[in-house]
């Protein structure tokens, strides 16, 4: 047989804009019966197939969502009870339900489509507890939509989640996060902050804009965020052995099995033990076999060394913490304005061997001087707010709240503290710098990219993100000279 006779090939009919074609090769092997040749049977896709492009102009990297009306309506009824069945969405610390809404994290089946490439994924919505589902309001909606939620026929953009096979990563990554940008507005600031954190040493996920198209319609300019999972640690910490990496994504009051995530003591609550509400309160991410015991005697560890002093405390923190990194996290995080980190966004990672560390999973909103007094009176733009937030009886504490890890490390560590702010304050914290940041992304975020989204928002111009960023870095390093002294 010649070369050319072990090459075929076959012309399939034309397709519309947005189709997703499937296929198989089929041939006979000599019996007289055609068999599938290709996929081969120990392919985990029974199917070969590609996607027919839609003309979608635009700069920014577009994805491709298609799912049924069914298993959207779906990702709705899955969250609507809230995260404790029953007691819904928003701020309800009056709830007395006490079940966990065992499908708050589930995902449905659903196509997801790159660069012509075809993955079968699974899909939910994205975001924390209170907020999940509230997004950014669509303009009109002419394409196949959910069957249910969303106070049909009109609803939100809201932020997804979408999970890959473990046979075919979407970019060596088995998961993405969609921002819906509600809080973000132009998602500057995430970014910015991020820069920073990665600056002094403290890893963080990366960034970066997509078109996300569901059934054919542009849904939202969503701001893509790398998970912070076993992938993310990979990437942060080189050639180092995964370690134990846990996220307080809880909330501020007592529900369910969960509690506050400013390292009080958990009692007993709602039927569960205190080791199940630790458990939920921070969730392990990483070694999945082990329990949270040792987690839980870091915590009573630290409540243990308060209650003898300020010695106890600075042997406690340097027998379990990595001192400089938490003090780098605690630097810019305050530097930055922190306002929620009091009861959530924040891991704690401690490497095979080392010691614990900290790392912020939401930074939206800081560098803006935003913060609610005790009193709830609202403020924003406040360059003076405190370099020692979460302290407790600090002023400027978001609505009065502490936190009792912070609290106690900037109390034993002050002086050293002040002498890092003011060592980053004239490096890695100059505006010169931080707003080389801010120029740059501003530049990656695309105006008429955002503009020609169902969902686009008054909030999309970076011009006045720019403004107001670049305003509070100089003015917060005003405060830094004069409050250190340098």
Known sequence: ATKADLFHQAELP???????????????????????????????NPWHAYFVNPDAPGKTRAYHV????????????????GFVDGCGLGVHPECTACAVNQK???????????DGRVFDVRTRYQGGKIARLVGRPLKSWPFPKPNYGHNMPTFEALGWKVSFPKYARFDGARSIKLNKRRA???????????????????????????????????????????????????????????????ECNSIRWDAGPWGWGDFRLLQPFCGYTEQQRYAQTYERKTLPWKDNLEFIALIKGLHAARAVGNDAVKKYFDDNFDRDKVMRHIAVINWAGAWDDDYHNYDLYRPPGGKWMMMSTDNNT?????????????????????????????????????????DSFLTVFKAEYDELLTKLAQSELLPATVEKYVDEAAAAFDIADAGQSLSAGTCDVPATQVALVKNFVRGRYDVMKTRLGF
């Open 66 to 81: 298609f799912i049924s009306p069914t298993e959207w309506g779906n990702m709705w009824r899955n969250v609507e009870p």
């Open 184 to 246: 973000l507005c132009t998602g500057i600031v995430d970014t910015v902050v991020g820069r920073v954190f990665e600056s002094v040493g403290i890893p963080q996920p990366r960034m970066r804009y997509a078109r996300l198209y569901v059934n054919g319609g542009y849904y939202l300019y969503a701001m893509e965020a790398e998970e912070m999972d076993e992938d993310f640690l990979v990437r942060g910490f080189p050639g180092k052995a995964q370690g134990d990496l846990f």
């Open 104 to 114: 708050w994290n589930d995902s449905v089946p659903a196509v997801f489509v790159s």
């Open 14 to 44: 034309a397709a519309a804009a947005n189709s997703i074609v499937r296929y198989r090769i089929l041939g006979d092997r000599g019996t007289g019966k055609p068999e599938v040749i290709s996929p081969r049977p120990t392919d985990p």
């Open 366 to 406: 800081l560098l803006l001087g935003n913060t609610i007094d005790g009193a709830g009176v609202s403020m924003s733009g406040v360059v003076s707010q405190s370099l020692y937030l979460g302290k407790q009886d600090e002023q400027f504490n978001w609505r009065d709240r502490w936190h009792f890890l912070k």
